[in-house]
């Protein structure tokens, strides 16, 4: 083979944005679930060997996503984002949905070949922008492992991992 033929063509692509959107968007509404599925007062306080209870993993996904997605349309990675800390299971859902309504709105201004290109996440990770989502799909997929843990451990049956939206 030559060199030329282990070149990436820069307008090949195996997904669209609009295929990844619904993909991220499939494994939140999952997430979502997960959300639904704790016990009001163990959703808070729930923990297993010094892991974080599950609410305070969904903080993190928050502080992620649209904080991510901002920088990477606008270039302008203001900061890591501390989500909202709320007391029940509604309002963190109502923090859930308003994040999704906001990732489908920006995602809409990001131009394709945005993806490809190189920046600076936070001012600390370089990487490009696809890289930078990817770390944040694969966070929350990571994190909602344990929730799959700490619902097994209630004797709560886990939403099926393939069940996405």
Known sequence: ?????????????????????????????????????????????????????????VYEFLGMGVPC????????WEKWADAEKVKTRQELLALWDQATEDINKIWSTIPAQRWQEQTVAFGQWPGTCISILFYAIDNEIHHRGQGYVYLRSLGIEPPAFWDRP
């Not at 307008?11 to 499939?26: M, V």
């Open 69 to 76: 997605l901002q920088g990477i349309a606008t270039e302008k």
């Open 1 to 57: 083979m030559s060199t030329k033929e282990l070149t990436p063509n820069a307008t090949a692509s195996i997904i669209s944005p609009e295929q990844l959107l619904k993909h991220w968007q499939g494994h939140r509404g999952l997430t979502r679930k997960m959300i639904e599925a704790f016990p009001e007062d163990k959703l808070f306080t729930y923990s297993i060997g010094g892991m974080r209870p599950f609410a305070e993993l």
